[in-house]
């Protein structure tokens, strides 16, 4: 069996989105394990007051929250059950350690993010591709 | 330039920041500081009324919310912990960098206090979003730096306070008004409230400003700085504000979006970049004398009670931002200090919230252990789940 278990990253993105197709596909083709990590980036550096970071945080986890329902769901009428994992921090440095951590086979990931942070130091999917102890697919 | 001409080009500065913040994920109060910096030097503006007044109250503003931030019941349970190095994190940096300016700079007594104040801050804000991230905020350790930060920031603002105080008799109203105000209004707030409370006219977020602008008002009027009674305001406040979570988010609402971006430009708009330029040297020497004796008076303490983290508590308590442009601002303000001062000051108080965090983060990040990964079950086709 080529893939067993899947990590496909998503964070709300068209390309994400597409990547998370993808990833279903192959999850329903090679009876793999998929799991969806929702990365939800950096809290905003240096920020000024607690409320600052506090609000940042609770949008992020309420947008992740329906983001992890609708992965669910697109999962349930793929026919198959979608595991959520959603992660503070960066994405280019937590996608490679979870799915070392997990012994993932396959990371699955848009080949573009949401905010021109993801390109400020190259692009995320070519520093995850760099980093990744297994095969990474990236989706345009 | 006229006064709505530089309202409308403020708001336009203020919109590209909020922009550039998200896509960036840089606080949007240090980019409206650099953006202030860069529209003040460009156009060549002074600060008009209007903005100074808006700015006073978004300091005080500022001070409340930081007051009604705090984790009292967190605070009240690390408080032996975290007084040690809450104090030594104020008063080493406040000692050193008060008589390195007085005394190896020659600037007058009470302009090397605002210095040393300044100097003295550390950023809660900072600390708190790299815990939140690193998840220590969960953890023993977190919990004792935050409550260390909170003894620093009422270090400074109770600083700010008595050392400027130059009384009249309307100490005494001031004195009444602000003991008044923290007794009466935490317990007048519920049903306040209750009765007004949850409209779309804010009764709420008024009954803190009109508090406010009387703080500031009678501060004015005793020549006393109000920060002391605003920021116990708030901490008298904080357990309210925990219970009734909307309350806070609609005077955050209201704070962002109006007030304190325009604290932040004018902190921005007055600092001097020919200044800076010219004064380099002086700019590393108070870098210096704020970090070393901050890290050098929390680091034997941290190693006692934040260890196994001491390296990284310790670049945390070196942080500063906020408090650091309150004080710099009411020196400015006050007319303690002149603009060449004003800017170092601003420009060190943001070299310590980046410098020290980058550094924390770059090379002394805590790996925390995440919790486990829920169970996978195998992916299964339709036909095979029927």
Partial sequence: MPFEKILVAIDGSECSDRAFDKAVELAVLAHARLTALGVEGPLPAYAATVGEVDEVKREK???????????????EQAGIEVAIDVRPGHPAELIPRVAEEGRYDLIVLGHRGHFVRDRLLGSTADRVAEQAHCPVMIVR | MSDIAVAALLAGTVLVASTISVEIGLSVALIELFLGVVVGNAFHLDVPSWLSFLGSFAGMLLT????????????????????????????APFAVVGLLTYYGLGWERRQAEIGGLALSTTSLAVVYAVLVETGLNRELVGKRLMSAT???????????????????????PFAVVSIALIAGL??????????????????????????????????????????LPAFILGLTMSGHYVQHRKEQERLRVVAFAFLTPFFFLKGGM??????LWANLGVLAVLFVAKMVPKMAGVYPLARRYTAPHATFTTLLMSTGLTFGTITSLYGLNAGIIDRTKFSLLIAVVVLSAIVPTAIAQRFFHPHVVEPPLAPMPPARLESEVA
Avoid: H
Avoid at chain 1, 61 to 75: E, H, N, V, Y
Avoid at chain 2, 150 to 172: E, H, M, R, S
Avoid at chain 2, 190 to 219: C, D, H, Q, T
């Fill in chain 2, 270 to 275: 007055s600092v001097s970049a020919g200044a």
């Fill in chain 1, 61 to 75: 986890d309420s947008f992740f929250r329906a983001l992890a329902a609708a992965a669910r769901s697109r999962g």
């Fill in chain 2, 64 to 91: 409340f919310q930081a007051g009604a931030e705090v984790d009292v019941p967190q605070f009240r349970r690390e408080w032996k912990a975290s007084l040690s190095i809450g104090l030594v994190s104020f008063f």
């Fill in chain 2, 186 to 227: 935490p317990a007048a707030a519920p049903w306040f409230f209750r009765r007004y409370g949850n409209r779309v006219i804010e009764p709420e977020v008024k009954l803190v400003f009109a508090s406010l602008f009387l703080l500031m008002w009678l501060g004015g009027r005793a020549n006393s700085q109000p920060a």
């Fill in chain 2, 150 to 172: 909170f003894v620093t920031d009422i270090a400074t603002v109770a600083g700010l306070t008595i050392l400027f105080v130059k009384p009249t008799i309307w100490v005494v």
